[in-house]
């Protein structure tokens, strides 16, 4: 397969800009995915610990880009369970 993209590379070189840049999509989509599924709010293991959100506390940023949230003054709404 590699084979294949360097000679399409060589017999085309506009086609090298399109390699790099779908390999860097690529690349941050897997980033991103992995850093979904690593997140605090999500269970692997359901014997352990079957609700994590409810042990994050309130000044936890939840978003990736929080833009008009301010999480440290944030308090509590809710019972401890």
């Given at each position: 397969m590699l084979r294949i993209i360097r000679d399409h590379a060589r017999k085309h070189p506009g086609l090298i800009p399109q390699f790099f840049f779908i390999c860097l999509g690529m690349g941050g989509a897997t980033l991103y995915l992995i850093r979904l599924a690593r997140g605090p709010h999500v269970t692997w293991n359901?014997?352990?610990?079957?609700?994590?959100?409810?042990?994050?506390?309130?000044?936890?940023?939840?978003?990736?880009?929080?833009?008009?949230?301010?999480?440290?003054?944030?308090?509590k709404e809710g019972p401890d369970f």
């Open positions: 359901k014997t352990s610990n079957p609700e994590p959100w409810n042990q994050l506390s309130p000044t936890y940023q939840y978003k990736f880009v929080a833009v008009n949230t301010d999480y440290k003054n944030l308090k």
